[in-house]
């Protein structure tokens, strides 16, 4: 079992920058891939942003590209998500999921990530 929690969500204004971390417990000796979702209110969970469990590789959605980086640190067992020129669009609430390395999945799937955190509101205003 692994566990994952989130922090740093809050209320910002559009254009301003917030910083998520997901701190990760339990059985995370194993390579665990990382990635960040998201779920705004009437719509599905969709992908943000993903790290291999290297931390050599990295994806993101099309609409947080030049925006968003994805980081981990392997020795404190986080991944955090910086968010900069934020929108009212980003407006949800925004989860991490781990997977394992193997087998290999899609790095951008929902269905692939095994264990998810509870997740904490973004909320951007105009």
């Known amino acids: 079992q692994v566990q994952l929690v989130e922090s740093g969500g809050g209320s910002v204004q559009a254009g301003d920058s917030l910083r998520l971390s997901c701190a990760a417990s339990?059985?995370?000796?194993?390579?665990?891939?990382m990635g960040w979702f998201r779920q705004a209110p009437g719509k599905e969970r969709e992908f943000v942003a993903a790290?291999?469990?290297?931390?050599?590789?990295?994806y993101y959605a099309d609409f947080v590209k030049g925006r968003f980086t994805i980081s981990r640190d392997n020795a404190k067992n986080t991944v955090d998500l910086q968010m900069n020129s934020l929108k009212p669009g980003d407006t949800a609430v925004y989860s991490c999921a781990t997977k394992s390395r193997f087998p290999i999945r899609s790095m951008t799937a929902r269905s692939s990530y095994s264990y998810w955190g509870q997740g904490t509101q973004v909320t951007v205003s105009s």
């Open positions: 339990g059985r995370t000796s194993g390579s665990y891939d």
């Open positions: 790290v291999s469990w290297s931390g050599s590789n990295t």
